[in-house]
Structures are given as structure tokens and as C-alpha cells.
């Protein structure tokens, strides 16, 4: 009995590892069996043999695929860092045996590096083992040791030293200690020499073609640590500022010489060559007769002038914007002396589409739209869409017709019609409204807009009295002009960076017994600003007001400005800050608001940040004015989530009422889509 023991023992030692039986290589049309691979190989071994095999096309067993399969089997054992793997073959029955001894797999274990200058030894050991670990996967706790890698990971460490300023720096490859118990320890030789820094920055031959902060930032390069990298983009910086200005052909070199002291002259030499103008556009016949205007109304205005590259992005993005191309090229060629040629090639994206979408908003509730899309309507390079969006509160339609190149010019314009249901609390409201817009983007930050529109509108309530909800039928007419600067990292899901708007509004109101005349003006800023990796800010306000002779109860309850809510002060329910009818609580609205928010948010994993704020703002009925009053300021902090999406975070906030007031509420829940500000 106790001899059966130690067998048993050994029996079952052996099972889990696969040693005991042959193991067949499942999926191939040639038999192969492996024996003496340990279980946690036999996965891995099979893919490498799969794929060899998909690759000779062989369909029968000889004794050249054997010998191939062994040799590519051992290569991966190797890989795995099973250093003195051996891998022999057989063929036996018609199939190919390939018989292996594993030996010790080895991974890394410690890493010294003999003559380090007081550098990070962590940073460095990552270098080192970069290779194996961007094959292996981030999350695995052990790297096997594979010779190959490690010298690649050493070529890094090199360049590592390099970067920090010891510009004679020398290594060795790591020696490489194997033990028993698998581990396998690395000992690199450094040979640094002095630690270099960067003497004086020196500007040659066109200093002038590069802008002031350029020249600050190569000069900010003096008594910094020699860095390669930091000069090289320097460099590259200089000489694409000065192609952008039309010297397309320019050229920028660096020279660098060693100084007293361990330090190192620095100069740039700028060669801008002759300035090029754009004498054509070249356009890939494979584009349609829609895509192809878009292209030539878009990029004809820029010939006969010197190229400027800021000009050419803006109508690049312009044309990407409009959704007709999938991808697009665009090749400046030189064609001649001082003469290019802008060259396109790429290809459309499809014209129709159809889209649906959902989800839920604290103040419209449950939300279901679909979207019909054209966006080469006719072959004319003009976008037709159509979509419906039903909500809680009502329903919601638009037929839009925008034609990106008006007249094969530079603007744009969009034809819209818009009928509209609303039901908020204590009324209801149907729309139908025509407008007509003309659009234009001035620089890569700056766009206009000129809009004109008209609409009929009726108003039933059977609770609020006509003092309360306005005129009951009304025609609106507007005429307007809106400001965008846009210059945040992403718009739709920002980080840094600027955005501000400005809208002036004149406005027309004709009811059954009353005529209104008004100016109505938003104002719109905000500004996004990491403060580490993890941690970032926000600021923003926004204010607007409706000037008119007419009192509140005049204006309809609709064209009547609102705060409170997910883009007001977040302690209150939509619309709900202000005046509310007794009846039902329908919120009244006034003539002005403004609110001003700060936010601070932190990243608790990717996408997934929470976020703490506080917003200050008011509501009036009075007599409006341009500049907001800071009367009567409520005051709301509070915290939230954001979860960021690729059209727009999810956000979930909830806001306390600082100062509540008899009848309010102690704060409020917002869900929706969206930055606050």
C-alpha cells in the first residue's frame, strides 16, 4: 500500500501538466499530436501549429512539414522564455508526432544596472522590458525572459540615457543569470560619461518667418538637460510654421556644438526657399459631380494666392463636416518653380443613411428618434435629412434641406421646417416655424451665422390664466446673428481650451390683440483646464434677456426666458427657479437670467470621472437689460457623474438648494447628455 502512494502521487502530478497522453492538434487537416507539452503550452502551441499549417497548404504528414513545425513550435517555446526547449519529431500512423522537452521556463526577476548616475531605475527597467511586455499584455505579473526582446529593450534604455542629457552615453548588452527555481536576473553595464545641458540657441537665416512665441519657446531650450527629442521638435515646429506661410519648400536644420562647461550650442538655420502659390486643383475623377463642387467651391478660392495652410485646414474641415466623404486626401504637389498644385483623392461615404436613437432626460423624459439622412441629395453635394423625435412632453419633426457651398461660395445654407407639440405642466403648445440660415466659418475658432425664421404658434391651458400664459395664438417672426469661438480640445466632450457665443436677436410677436417688438441677447463663455492627469476644472456663464416695452404677462410663456435645471442653477427643476403660478406650480419665467458655474471633476477610471460643483444665478421679471444685474442670486453645490461617451458624456447630477425658500424644493436630480456649460 504505501508503495502505491508515491505512484499515485506521480500519476496525478503528471495529468494536469499533459504529459501523460498525446495530445491532438484539434481543427487541422493534417493529424498532428504533441507529447511531453505541459497543459498551460497546449493552447498556444496549437494556434502556432494551426497557423503554420494554413500557410504551407500541405494536406498529407512528411517529414519536411514535421521538421517545419518543429522548428517554428521551438521558436515560439523560446518566446515563452523556455530557453532550452527542444522540440523532435516523428511521424508514426500517419500522423506527425512532434515530441517535446520543455525544461524550466524562465521569466525576469531582479534588474540591476551597474554604473547608473542616479537615474529612475523603475523607468529604466520598464525600457528594458518594453518589448516583451507589449507582447505579453499589461497585466501579466510574471515577463519571461526572451534574449531577443531584451536587446530591443535595450536599444530603449540607451535612448533613455540619451534623452537625459548624457550625450556620450555607452551600454552594454545585460548579462543574463539563470537560476534553478526559473528566474532569470539581468545585470546592464552603463557607461554614462558628463551629464550635458543645452548652452546658447542661436536663430539663422530667416528668424523673422517664425512668431514670437516660437523663437521664446527655442530659446526657453537654454540651460535645460541635452534632449534630443525637445530639439528635434523644436525643429520640426519651426519648419512647419514657416511652410504655413507659403514657403512650402522650406527647410529648417540644427547644428549643434559642444561649448565649455558641458554644454551645448544649439542653432537653427531657416531656409524658407521661394514662396509658392496654388495655381490648381487637381480632382479625382472618381468623385462624384456633387463632391467634386464641394471640392472645387471649397478649394478654388485659394488658387493664385500663396499657399496658406491655416486656410487650407479650415476648408479641409469644412468639406469633412459636411459627411459626404468617408476619408479625403489632401496633397499640395510642386508643379513648377514657386507654383503647387492641391491634388484630392479618397473616397465618399454613403450617401443614405438611417439612425435611431434613445435614451432618458430628467426633464423630457423617455426619448425615441429616427433620422433620415441624404447627404448627396441629387448628386448636388447638398444634405437632405428628415427626423422625428418623441419625447414625454411631445413630439418633435424637421425637414432640413443645407446646401455646404452656397453658390459655390465659401457659406452655407440651411432650410428648415419644424413642427412641434409641447406639453409642460399647465399648457400645451403646437408650432410650425419655417427658417432659413446662412452659415460660415472665418478661421479654425471662429464661425458665423445669420438666420431669419417665422412661425405660428397656439397655446391651451386649462389651468393658467391669459395674464399668466400670454396670448393664446401668436405669429413670431426673427432676424438674428450668432458668434461662435470655438477652440476646446473636443467639442462635444472637452478638456481644455475656450469656447464662448454671442447671439443678438430681433424679434416680432403679432397676437390676436397685440403686437410686441423685442431684442433678445445670450451670452454664452466657458473654459476647461486640467489640473493633472486625473483632475481637471471648469468655469462658465451664461446670461440673456429679452428687452421689449411690453410687460412679462404680454409675452408669450414660451418666448420668455428660463433658469433652473441641467444648464441653469442645478438646485432647482427645470424652468423652476422664478415665479410659478399658484394653481399648478407652472413655471412663469421672467425677461433675464444668468448663472455662473465652476466644476472640479476627477477620473476614477477611463471615461468615468466625478465631478463637484457650485452655481450661482438669478431670474427676473423686470425691465431686462444687456448686462447681467446680480440681483436676487440663488446659490446651488452639489455633486455628479460623468461618464464619457464618444457624442457626449452621460451626466447624473443632483443639486442642493443653499438657501431654500418657503415652497422649494431641497435640490433636484438631472439626467442627460451633455456638459453643463
Not at 534553478?180 to 540657441?201: F, K, S
Not at 551645448?264 to 472618381?286: M, N, Q, R, W, Y
Request: charged letters at 20%; hydrophobic letters at 40%.
Amino acid at each position: 500500500m504505501r508503495a502505491v502512494v508515491p505512484i499515485l502521487i506521480l500519476f496525478l502530478a503528471c495529468v494536469p501538466c499533459g504529459l501523460g497522453d498525446d495530445h491532438a492538434v484539434k481543427g487541422t487537416e493534417v493529424p498532428v499530436k504533441l507529447r511531453g507539452a505541459s497543459a498551460s503550452m497546449l493552447s498556444s502551441v496549437d494556434e502556432v501549429v494551426a497557423a503554420q499549417l494554413d500557410l504551407s497548404a500541405d494536406t498529407e504528414p512528411s517529414a519536411a512539414l514535421a521538421d517545419d513545425l518543429a522548428f517554428f513550435v521551438r521558436r515560439h517555446y523560446l518566446a515563452q522564455g523556455y530557453l532550452k526547449a527542444h522540440v523532435e519529431w516523428a511521424l508514426e500512423a500517419g500522423s506527425i508526432v512532434l515530441l517535446v522537452e520543455e525544461g524550466v521556463q524562465q521569466h525576469v526577476g531582479k534588474v540591476t544596472f551597474e554604473g547608473n548616475p542616479g537615474l529612475d531605475v523603475a523607468e529604466m527597467r520598464r525600457y528594458l522590458l518594453r518589448p516583451t511586455r507589449e507582447r505579453v499584455g499589461r497585466f501579466a505579473k510574471t515577463l519571461p525572459y526572451v534574449e531577443k526582446e531584451v536587446a530591443g529593450g535595450m536599444d530603449l534604455v540607451h535612448r533613455y540615457i540619451l534623452s537625459q542629457g548624457y550625450v556620450d552615453a555607452e551600454v552594454e548588452a545585460p548579462v543574463a543569470a539563470n537560476h534553478e527555481d526559473g528566474t532569470t536576473d539581468l545585470n546592464m553595464v552603463i557607461r554614462p560619461g558628463e551629464q550635458w545641458h543645452v548652452g546658447a540657441v542661436e536663430l539663422e537665416g530667416e528668424p523673422a518667418l517664425l512668431s514670437g512665441l516660437l523663437r521664446f519657446e527655442a530659446r526657453a531650450l537654454e540651460d535645460q538637460v541635452v534632449n534630443e527629442a525637445h530639439i528635434e521638435n523644436a525643429r520640426r515646429q519651426m519648419e512647419g510654421e514657416v511652410q504655413a506661410r507659403g514657403y512650402f519648400a522650406a527647410k529648417v536644420s540644427t547644428t549643434t556644438t559642444r561649448a565649455a562647461n558641458k554644454h551645448l550650442d544649439v542653432t537653427f538655420k531657416v531656409v524658407p526657399g521661394p514662396l509658392h502659390k496654388v495655381t490648381s486643383v487637381e480632382i479625382d475623377p472618381a468623385f462624384s459631380k456633387g463632391a467634386a463642387r464641394l471640392l472645387g467651391s471649397g478649394f478654388r478660392p485659394l488658387t493664385g494666392h500663396v499657399y496658406d495652410s491655416p486656410r487650407a485646414e479650415l476648408a479641409y474641415k469644412h468639406l469633412i463636416d459636411t459627411g459626404i466623404f468617408e476619408h479625403l486626401e489632401m496633397e499640395p504637389k510642386v508643379v513648377g518653380e514657386g507654383e503647387l498644385a492641391l491634388a484630392f483623392r479618397g473616397q465618399e461615404a454613403k450617401r443614405y443613411s438611417i439612425g435611431l436613437s434613445g435614451g432618458y432626460d430628467t426633464f423630457l423624459g423617455a426619448m425615441l428618434g429616427v433620422e433620415y439622412k441624404d447627404v448627396n441629395f441629387f448628386d448636388t453635394g447638398g444634405t437632405f435629412s428628415t427626423k422625428v423625435l418623441g419625447t414625454q412632453l411631445g413630439l418633435q419633426a424637421e425637414v432640413q434641406w443645407k446646401d455646404p457651398a452656397l453658390f459655390n461660395s465659401p457659406y452655407a445654407l440651411a432650410l428648415d421646417v419644424k413642427p412641434e407639440t409641447f406639453t409642460f405642466d399647465g399648457y400645451t403648445r403646437h408650432t410650425l416655424g419655417v427658417r432659413a440660415a446662412v452659415s460660415r466659418d472665418f478661421t479654425k475658432h471662429l464661425s458665423m451665422e445669420l438666420y431669419v425664421g417665422t412661425s405660428v404658434s397656439t397655446v391651451t391651458s386649462p389651468t393658467l390664466t391669459p395674464l399668466e400664459v400670454g396670448p393664446e395664438s401668436y405669429t413670431l417672426g426673427t432676424a438674428g446673428m450668432t458668434l461662435i469661438y470655438e477652440a476646446r480640445d473636443n467639442p462635444v466632450s472637452p478638456t481644455r481650451g475656450w469656447f464662448a457665443s454671442a447671439t443678438v436677436e430681433d424679434g416680432y410677436v403679432a397676437g390676436s390683440s397685440m403686437q410686441i417688438n423685442y431684442i433678445r441677447t445670450d451670452f454664452a463663455a466657458s473654459y476647461y483646464q486640467p489640473i493633472t492627469n486625473k483632475w481637471r476644472s471648469a468655469i462658465g456663464a451664461h446670461f440673456g434677456s429679452l428687452i421689449s416695452g411690453a410687460p412679462v404677462e404680454d409675452i408669450p410663456i414660451e418666448l420668455r426666458e428660463y433658469n433652473g435645471g441641467a444648464k441653469g442653477v442645478r438646485s432647482f427643476a427645470e424652468r423652476a427657479l422664478g415665479p410659478r403660478a399658484p394653481q399648478d406650480g407652472t413655471p412663469l419665467g421672467g425677461t433675464q437670467f444668468e448663472t455662473f458655474s465652476g466644476e472640479i471633476s476627477y477620473e476614477i477610471v477611463k471615461n468615468l470621472e466625478v465631478a463637484g460643483f457650485m452655481d450661482v444665478g438669478s431670474l427676473t421679471t423686470d425691465k431686462a437689460s444687456i448686462l447681467p444685474r446680480f440681483n436676487d442670486l440663488r446659490y446651488a453645490a452639489g455633486m455628479g457623474l460623468r461618464y464619457r461617451l464618444p457624442f457626449g458624456p452621460l451626466r447624473i447630477d443632483y443639486g442642493v438648494n443653499l438657501d431654500k425658500r418657503p415652497g422649494e424644493s431641497s435640490g433636484a436630480l438631472h439626467i442627460g447628455f451633455g456638459f453643463a456649460f
